[in-house]
């Protein structure tokens, strides 16, 4: 079987949802299941819908909301009547009747969770992953008008995970456990299915039940989970980009197309934070063995990149990496003790506990440096947590670029212009904290 993951740059007009349905008649072979995230930038919209309600500006947040239903209208309108002319038995679905259903379904939610106690993280849980319910929702009524035969699965009946919101961890067993159980249903209970069709990003909180998302970007991951539980043949994800290049084309016009990676290449680029995949999505299909193909929806008769084909495995190429929004967090130890292991594992573990992770770190005896993403929901309670042990100055505004495997001369010529506030290296690994 096959896993594909569609991105929100792939549906988010009407001609990315009749490519995708063609992209699956064409490619998709006959064991199928297709990860689908939210549309376009509705997961931002989400986010800002959050923080009205969190803000206690209603109004404004439905205002939002509004926006979120106009824009998938828009995206649905060309495709009301068209029907697949290879369709055997189109179901015409009325599919602005199907969007005002998730809609209002939305719009509880947000009356019930209004005033409610939940942190703030637990909130956003519970709200933004709507994006990947309303894409999934109305790809499947468009599949249906289009006599494709496939069924839609609710990822919160899968992907189980733990409580960590925002960044929830999958629990393997159940989780595995259950995508074996839908899968097998499938294809023996109902008949003419011809692909699963599901959410990327969001999961369900096996203790309390509420809904989780597994991080920003976290469809790739879902589909990786799923393809490991299901021994796919290959994941592919499809991007509006032609596959994984040596640098973000849009900072660098000269990027070129790398064809094919390790994993070890793959996890190190997404780790030092190339946005071409979602960091986590690697080691599944590694563990499986099982080859990723990052290929462009654009021009789906190109290659694109394969990573972990089995070939090249200690290849290294040059790349540049550069993630930005970080802030630089500098720690002092206020009774000036020793950055000590007991206080370099307090330090972990509040970041751990919020999801974040230490982009960069460095320690001299009394002071410890992390750059982190500028997250203010996450970097404020680790602030609280270790106040009481350090003095925490916090710098914002830079962003942190990757050198890998690059000569001296390219380096100068990637830097040249900038300013830094640090630089570390490790083997041909090299790291500065930008100015932005
Ligand atoms: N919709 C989510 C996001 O925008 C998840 C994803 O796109 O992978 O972060
Ligand atoms: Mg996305």
Redesign the pocket.
Known sequence: MLVFKF??ASVQDAEGLRRLLRLVRTYGGDSLWVVV??MGK??NLLEQVVQAVRDDRWPEAMELCGQIREAHLERIQPLRLEVDSRATSPDQKNLEQVLDTWMDRLLEELRSLRGSQLSYNCFYDQVVGY??ILSTALVSAYFDQNGWGHRWVDARDVLVTDATWRDARIQWEPTIQRLHEVHQEDYRNHQGVQCVLTQ??IGRDRVSGLNTTLG?????FTASVVAHALHARELWVWKDVDGVMDADPRLFPMARLLPSLSYLEAVEMTYYGATVI?PKTIQPLQNKGIPLRVRSFLHPEAPGTLIGGGENEDQRHSCVIVKKNQGLLELVSKDFSFISEEGLSMIYRALYEQGLKANLARHTAVSFSLVVDNDPYKLQPVQEALSPFFEIHLTQGLSLWTLMHQSDKMRRGFLSGKQWLFEQHLNDIYQYVVVE
Do not use: I, K, N, P
């Open positions: 991105g929100g995230s939210a509705t997961t994006g990947e990327g990003f920003r970007e976290g469809s790739d979602h």
